[in-house]
């Protein structure tokens, strides 16, 4: 068999005009494992979305737009370069929403003979919103496009070793600096979402400390895992217990995420003392606007007002060369130790 390599990030609109916003957006948010209702609710829920959300998150992607395009694609390209350059294997590149596409990278790879892929979901914790639905779709196109190819899927790397390296050495040279916290903010997810993602049906949100305690819930749950993460970061960096917290951002609607708020500990934080605030975003490898805008600009707007002096956003692993040793230690891997 003829092996290849698929790298699959979640997506952004072709420009920041608002038709293309809409057409992402909708794509996006009519995923059933994204807004996890029936489709008639979903479908109402979408559109009341799309009458003001495409102009406001428009703008957004406005300020953060190279003239090379979307920050999150131009970087995943570039990622995707870096490897190719290090392996003898074909590496092609998707979206989960928009583009290039999950399906034109599978043609692509047919295209050059592959017929055994590795699929390295750029998500480095498992969540059924992000993880789990670039899985699903690349299994659903595999499936009708390639139904001989064979699919080898990468676990999520929440805790790998190499992977917390990869970031430790990616924010190295700001924590030399002088700073008062150190706050991880994840991506949010719906508690719902741990629930349903729960293997046991008896575990996540329902036993005390749940997250702390051992339990095969563990390699699908997604608080779990960005907890670990911290863990081994701090640990590996040698970070104080009093100088570093955890936090999701990016909610949308009023069921309850997962807590604690980064809108609200950035106020918090900085109203109890903690004047240099460092922001870190390990859910996300690539940066894109829930890091450049979301926490870059509203986040530090948000800290300076309420009495911040000093904000820092350390940038995602982004094309970090020990950030793309990682991909490429997964590909020999696959290869079982060839290049």
Not at 307 to 320: M, Q, V
Request: hydrophobic share 40%; glycine share 6%; net charge neutral.
């Amino acid at each position: 068999m003829s092996k290849g390599i698929l790298l699959v990030n979640l997506g952004s609109p072709d420009s920041p005009s608002v038709p293309d916003v809409r057409r992402y957006l909708n794509e996006f948010l009519m995923d059933e494992r994204v807004i996890d209702t029936p489709w008639l609710l979903r479908r109402f829920v979408v559109g009341m979305i799309l009458i003001k959300r495409p102009a406001e998150s428009g703008h957004a992607y406005e300020k953060i737009w190279t003239k090379d395009g979307s920050p999150l694609v131009v970087t995943s390209k570039h990622v995707q370069a870096a490897l190719q350059q290090r392996v003898s294997v074909p590496v092609e590149l998707a979206m989960r929403y928009q583009n290039p596409s999950i399906e034109f990278a599978v043609k692509q790879l047919l295209s050059k003979g592959v017929d055994d892929v590795l699929l390295i979901p750029l998500f480095p914790h498992y969540a059924m919103s992000s993880y789990e639905t670039a899985v699903v779709r690349v299994q659903e196109v595999a499936a009708r496009f390639a139904p001989g190819m064979k699919l080898t899927v990468q676990p999520p790397y929440y805790d790998h070793p190499d992977f917390i390296a990869a970031l430790v050495a990616s924010t190295e040279s700001f924590l030399k600096q002088d700073y008062d916290h150190l706050l991880f903010s994840y991506h949010g997810i719906p508690e719902r979402h741990l629930r349903k993602s729960d293997p046991t049906g008896c575990h996540c949100l329902k036993v005390e400390n749940c997250c702390e305690v051992a339990s095969p819930a563990h390699a699908r749950c997604y608080r779990a895992q960005c907890l670990a993460t911290t863990a081994a970061f701090v640990e590996r960096a040698g970070i104080p217990k009093e100088k570093y917290s955890v936090s999701f951002q990016s909610r949308l609607g009023k069921d309850p995420w997962l807590k604690p708020y980064t809108d609200y500990e950035l106020v918090r934080l900085a109203q109890e003392g903690k004047k240099k605030m460092m922001v870190i975003c390990p859910a996300f490898v690539s940066d894109c606007l829930e890091t450049i805008e979301e926490i870059g600009m509203r986040g530090c707007e948000d800290f300076m007002k309420a009495s911040g002096k000093e904000f820092t956003r350390i940038p995602c692993l982004n094309e970090h060369p020990a950030w793309i040793g990682v991909l490429e230690s997964m590909v020999k891997a696959f290869l079982g130790g060839g290049s």
